[in-house]
């Protein structure tokens, strides 16, 4: 049975206005990015001593004793005892090596004990005397030093107002292209996220007089802005 004519056209138009309403409006959809490089204003040193002795007890004893006066000298160079604590602590036995595949299991010939401890910085300038410290007072095991900038989020804002400047330059441009004229912001989002930390690895053993440079971090971010777009008048 067909349909009236008319009947049909009803549905079309009634139809027309919702299919409408899902369409979304014309807009032109661009990324922003931009840079700040910011100076780091805090460190963290990971340092510890290691000893070798023939029985678990002299090793534990060496290396509590070595220790003791890294931690003493730590405090003695002003650091407060709540900028540094232990990492890692560990003993465990040294085994004879074999060369032939028929020799018995070789057995345990010594134990190596190690003290590590985490040293917090709040002056950066001072990364290299605390290093000074470490060593002069038995550290044997430098592991390395993170840089890190405490104020990260202040500069990240920063660096978010010149990455929507960057979204709307590059948008006017395409719309000056493609002769249209460019209207509010329809939606912003941010992409990814930023780990304001600079690390910086430090071989060991290390001398007295260690150089150290901090460099800076550079704090990167990322937009995506929708713009509303209408024909020029």
């Not at 349909?3 to 979304?24: C, D, E, K, V």
């Not at 100076?39 to 060496?62: F, H, L, M, N, Y």
């Not at 004990?113 to 470490?134: G, Q």
């Amino acid at each position: 049975m067909m349909r009236p004519f008319g009947l049909a056209i009803a549905a079309t138009l009634l139809a027309t206005p919702a299919l409408a309403q899902t369409m979304p409006p014309p807009a032109i959809s661009v990324t922003g990015e931009a840079n700040v490089s910011v100076a780091p204003d805090r460190a963290q040193i990971d340092a510890g001593v290691t000893s070798d002795a023939k029985t678990a007890r002299e090793a534990s004893d060496a290396i509590n004793a070595a220790m003791s006066k890294v931690l003493l000298a730590l405090k003695g160079a002003g650091i407060e005892e709540k900028d540094y604590q232990t990492s890692r602590l560990s003993l465990q036995p040294q085994f004879a090596t074999s060369s032939k595949a028929t020799e018995r299991p070789p057995g345990i010939v010594s134990f190596r004990a190690s003290n590590r401890v985490t040293v917090r910085i709040r002056d950066v300038s001072k990364v290299a005397s605390v290093i000074d410290v470490l060593v002069g007072a038995g550290a044997n095991d430098i592991g390395g030093i993170n840089f890190s900038v405490t104020q990260a989020s202040k500069h990240l804002d920063e660096a978010r107002e010149k990455a929507i400047a960057d979204a709307r330059r590059k948008a006017e441009i395409y719309a000056k292209a493609a002769g249209v004229t460019l209207g509010e912001p329809i939606s912003i989002s941010e992409e990814g996220g930023a780990t304001p930390v600079f690390r910086s690895k430090v071989a060991a053993p290390m001398a007295a007089g260690a150089q150290v440079a901090p460099g800076e971090e550079t704090l990167s971010v990322t937009v995506s802005v929708s713009w509303a777009i209408k024909p020029k008048e």
